[in-house]
Nanobody, 118 residues
Framework: QVQLVESGGASVQAGGSLRLSCAAS????????MGWFRQAPGKEREFVAR????????KYVDSVKGRFTISRDKVKNTVTLQMNGLKPEDTALYYC???????????WGQGTQVTVSS
């Protein structure tokens, strides 16, 4: 059974930093991409970042480039999203996801809330 469990969400002021973590289990990791998505109130869920488990190749949405960094720990089976320079528009429920091709996502976590105040 695949499980993705996010943690690290909090309320911070603009300009602050947070580190989100996703603990994953039940996957054959080498064949998967791991991603972070977010959904703000009244908006559709959007892609934030992804990483290929085997090679560590990353991709980001333009709005977070230079501020967010996604990484994975092959020993702990975790995926981390380091978020620096947070802005109020980063406020959202952040989800961890796993998918076989980096374009479609088969597994999702429950989400962790990030709130950035100005």
């Amino acid at each position: 059974q695949v499980q993705l469990v996010e943690s690290g969400g909090a309320s911070v002021q603009a300009g602050g930093s947070l580190r989100l973590s996703c603990a994953a289990s039940g996957l054959t990791f080498s064949g998967y991409y791991m991603g972070w998505f977010r959904q703000a109130p009244g908006k559709e869920r959007e892609f934030v970042a992804r990483i290929s488990w085997r090679l560590g190749v990353t991709k980001y949405v333009d709005s977070v480039k230079g501020r967010f960094t996604i990484s994975r720990d092959k020993v702990k089976n975790t995926v981390t999203l380091q978020m620096n320079g947070l802005k109020p528009e980063d406020t959202a429920l952040y989800y961890c996801a796993a998918g076989g091709d980096g374009l479609s996502w088969q597994y999702w976590g429950q989400g962790t809330q990030v709130t950035v105040s100005s």
